[in-house]
């Protein structure tokens, strides 16, 4: 689809949102319909995440706000759910700071590599001046950031060949969303990126298009890569933590009752979900072994380094000193 005609069907998708929403009138039951899409499946613990944020918002709002949840990328890709909100659409997506660097490029510098070691200190990036500066810009393109502590877990690579180094992936096809800074860290560290979507990834393995993927241990069960991949290393190069993004046109419509209880549910319901993905990490891993994958033994450090070059070629060198002095390293 062309860049006129994808324009064109995602306008057409949000004058449809909108007319539902108002039709009804502004106070009666399901008078505000927020659809939130995930290109994750419904086993998976983020949208179990989402499950408890509908429950909650529907519960505290008396029905006022109906959630509508998508999961599979039934709503649409990350990049066509954002436009639509830009529009002013009533969808919202959990999405990456890769796909908001679409529109503010500093965005991604959250989603870098090894710039944060777990859970815990991925949180602590969030509460940096760096971020909060992004979390109001983004606003004047169109977009509400409900929450961003949804935590999806460490990405590793899972390949059909075993990397063991970055010296490794020298050739390897793995693939990318497409976001600047993941195919910046995968080059950095030697790899062929193909971009695709990740709803894509499966068949793209078993055809032999790509050879690995970089992904956390709790969506490769989802999506069953353990059936067409051989290798995990555990690289740990992404902690990734993504966020419940909104049409801001959509939310300052709201009473303000409603964009406080909206706030406060996705926060809990990304607490929720990442405290399920934390505590089951190992066994989504034992899942993997079990199915007849191998772990390769690695030495981080050498990663670590070679993805230093990613901070260099984006220009994000100043920011991710900011970040280290603010979290004390």
Known sequence: MNKSKRFLFVAIVAVVFNVTLFASGSQEEGSYILKVGT?????????KGLLQFKNNVEKRTEKKIEVQLYSGAQLGSDEDVLEQAKLGAGVGVITDPGRLSNYISDFGILGGPYIAVDYDESLKVMQTSVYREMEKQIEDYGFKILSFN???GSRNLFTK??????????GQRIRSSGGDIVTATLESLGANTTVMPWSEAYQALQQKVIEGVEVHNSAAVGASIYEVTNYISETGHFQLLTGLVISNEWFKKLPEEYQTILIEESFNAGSKASQEIVAKDKEYLQKCLDAGMELCEINKQEFINASKKAYEELGFEDMKNQIDKELGR
């Open 39 to 47: 290109v994750l499946t419904e086993n998976d613990p983020t949208y």
């Open 150 to 152: 949804y935590f999806q």
């Open 161 to 170: 060949n075993p990397v063991s180094s970055p010296s490794d992936l020298k």
